[in-house]
């Protein structure tokens, strides 16, 4: 199934609009609700917050905003990853619809937007540290779904028992009936895997860069 997965935050995008295969076409939003979904909800709260000075939206005004921004995504203009991150232009589709959301509701702070503007030409707020980390988090989580796809299932669960649940080595090993250098081998060889993956586009283009 590995295989089977988007290398980019492209044709991750593409595989959604264009996929003539079912099965393919699951892949591909499994992946892209893992990696988005939680930021999206970040971004939209963040630039609500922004727009209205400081008001919180509901929890049902952020997962409306964000179905409208997925929408988007997949009938508007297509996304040109010669001219950014998708990330950013989820951002840009995320203000568009916070503001035309704003604008019916009659909620804004201040007058900085008005009706002359369109909504691709708003001034868009800077990504805050709390997007950062969402998006660092998501990173982390497909990185992890992607290890396991990749390597056998005990390897996985001794590395996840090691370093995701920081159960001591030496215990792991007495779980198992295996010596310490069984579990410390397979953590390194995990810990290699997990570094070629970090290494691949999708994340070295959309997040670490």
Not at 4 to 27: E, K, M, V
Not at 34 to 47: C, D, E, M, V
Not at 62 to 77: A, H, P, R, Y
Request: glycine letters at 4%; proline letters at 4%; aromatic letters at 8%.
């Amino acid at each position: 199934m590995a295989e089977r997965l988007p290398s980019t935050s492209f044709t991750l995008l593409s595989g959604l609009r264009d996929s003539g295969d079912h099965g393919a076409w699951q892949i591909s939003w499994k992946r892209f609700h893992q990696i988005y979904h939680g930021p999206l909800l970040t971004i939209a709260a963040s630039l609500y917050r922004e727009h209205t000075g400081g008001v919180t939206p509901s929890q049902a005004v952020l997962e409306d905003i964000v179905s409208q921004v997925v929408v988007d995504l997949l009938t508007k203009k297509r996304f040109d990853p010669n001219r950014g991150r998708l990330r950013h232009y989820l951002r840009m589709l995320s203000n568009a619809r916070i503001v035309d959301f704003l604008r019916k509701e009659r909620l804004f702070a201040h007058q900085s937007i008005n009706d002359e503007e369109s909504e691709f030409g708003t001034q868009i707020p800077d990504e805050t540290t709390d997007e950062r980390a969402v998006f660092n988090q998501a990173l982390l989580v497909s990185m992890i779904e992607d290890l396991k796809e990749r390597i056998p299932l005990r390897h996985f669960e001794i590395f996840e028992s090691v370093k995701l649940k920081q159960v001591p080595p030496a215990k792991v090993a007495d779980d198992l009936g295996v010596h310490r250098r069984v579990i410390d081998n397979t953590v390194h060889k995990v810990m290699l895997h997990l570094r070629e993956i970090a290494a691949r586009p999708e994340y070295q283009e959309e997040y670490l860069s």
